[in-house]
């Protein structure tokens, strides 16, 4: 789960703390990697690996059909759009049922295997995702270290000055946010592998605002912050169970611990734990 | 020779005419002043040639090519450099960072090219940062690099924003009010600064509200007023024109 969320946390770090581009439809991303890698096995009949890589073209095709019209238009109205591209999301995966089976969900997912080796065990699912993450986090430093990444950078700063200096704002953006639903992809890819069961309810606007909140508490601009935000909000949960406060009121508890802990990093480290860029 | 052409271009905000039919050519190198009281649409006419505002109607032409309607980036790309009045230094980013983004037309700057690419892209790179620090000490600059561009006084921010100018290999350079907020020592080699790259082939056009400045480098004089150009000439002559001198200097 830890690289799960991992690999969401850095796909959401190149489009807000490297781009500003506060997206609101990650986990709709996330989502239709996972219901696309779980159709191609199940219904194509395809192995766990080669699902995934479609997985990350097809969400990616599907991501520049919101980049495209968005992107072009001012900060709000992308806010507006992802949010709304999120809810049309969730509504098709819940409601087209003779593709998804809505809210029954897809069970019997099979655990991915390579050359006849299976990742069904606990350690080896561990494993797996540990070298996925490990590949994502290396692209993800090969693009974000590069005169692109840089070029984020500068249209986080200013837009406006990056047009004026030739760089092509609206392109750069669309590419950015196409390749972020592209490395989200490969978590719900992840994900399906992992929980062998998937339904529409993991993917919604709620968690979209989870892996947001995963960057911000975490700090986002560089390639710490995601992975500190990311242990932070994952580890938490755990340890707050080894309190054993009783089940009723043990969520409650730990919606206002992370409440009040992103008041008071707002308050004291507006930039996020591990973080060099704070939203304003 | 002309290196720009506008052609009655016109822009309203509202009911106020903050460019009014304006015609001008701009001779190819040197330096020319635009000059005229605040609010008289100098800084308009800066964002109507580098196509961050709409123009209502006019044309302009650039090296014979159009450009009004097409976009910042397309307009940087065919050779027109900014400096903005409020300077506009990416202020997170390195010193060496801000000039590095200069660089137009960069394979890097495609994921794809990063990807698939490498080896032109990591070649591009490294000509860049020989340009990139060749700039930085050529506005005397060196030993900034590293240092976030926040951390500079204003009138290091002016200069670095003009060591990216530079960087750009633009043939033509908008400065606005490039002498404004910084100290007389710096307004020295600021000047100095300008003319060299004048004298290097590049043509300047600047926004002056210091007349002293304004005699020393300027080849051409245009004077603006509510939007018109009321005067043309070498910056004597428009300077002792009677309709500027009322509508300026109050006398
Ligand atoms: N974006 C804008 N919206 C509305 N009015 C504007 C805008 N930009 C400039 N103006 C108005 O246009 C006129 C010319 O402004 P400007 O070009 O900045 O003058 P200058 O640079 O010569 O001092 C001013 O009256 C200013 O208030
Ligand atoms: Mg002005």
Sequence with gaps: MIFIYGILALSMNLLAGYTGLLSLCQAAFYGIGAYSTTLLMIKVGINFFPALVCGIFITSFISLFIAYPSLRLRGDYFILAAIGFQLIVFSILYNCVWLTRGPYGIPGIPRPSAFGFQFDSLPRYFLLGGFIFFLVLLFTRAILRSPFGRALKAIREDELTAGVMGKNVPALKIWAFVIGAGIASVSGALYAGYVTYIDPTSFTLDESIFIIAIVLVGGSGNLKGPIVGTFFMLILPEALRFLGLPVTIAPNVRQMIYGLLLILLMRYRPQGIAGEYRFE | ?251
Aim: glycine share 10%.
């Design chain 2, 1 to 251: 020779m002309y290196i720009m052409k506008l052609h009655n271009v016109t822009r309203a905000f509202g009911g106020l005419r903050a460019v009014d039919e304006v015609s001008i050519e701009f001779s190819s190198g040197g330096i020319t002043g635009l000059i005229g009281p605040n609010g008289a649409g100098k800084t308009t006419l800066f964002n109507l040639i580098s196509g961050l505002l709409k123009l209502d109607c006019g044309e302009i032409y650039f090296d014979n090519i159009r450009v009004d309607g097409l976009t910042p980036w397309e307009i940087a790309k065919l050779g027109i450099g900014r400096l903005f009045q409020d300077v506009r230094v990416f202020k997170k980013l390195s010193v060496l960072d801000n000039v590095l983004l200069a660089k137009l037309q960069h394979p890097g700057e495609s994921p794809l090219s990063v990807l698939f690419s490498t080896r032109r892209v990591t070649n591009a790179e490294k000509e860049n940062l020989g340009e990139a620090h060749k700039w930085v000490k050529f506005v005397g600059l060196s030993g900034k690099e590293n240092s976030p561009a926040e951390s500079l006084s204003f009138g290091q921010q002016k200069l670095l924003a003009i060591a990216r100018l530079l960087a750009g290999g633009y043939k033509l350079l908008l400065l606005d009010e490039p002498s404004a907020g910084v100290n007389p020592a710096m307004i020295k080699s600021l000047l100095e600064l300008m003319k060299k790259i004048a004298d290097a082939g590049r043509t300047i056009i600047f926004i002056e509200h210091n007349m002293t400045v304004v005699l020393e480098i300027a080849n051409w004089v245009f004077f603006l007023n509510e939007g018109r150009v009321i005067s043309f000439g070498r910056p004597d002559d428009v300077l002792g024109n009677d309709e500027v001198r009322k509508a300026y200097l109050g006398v």
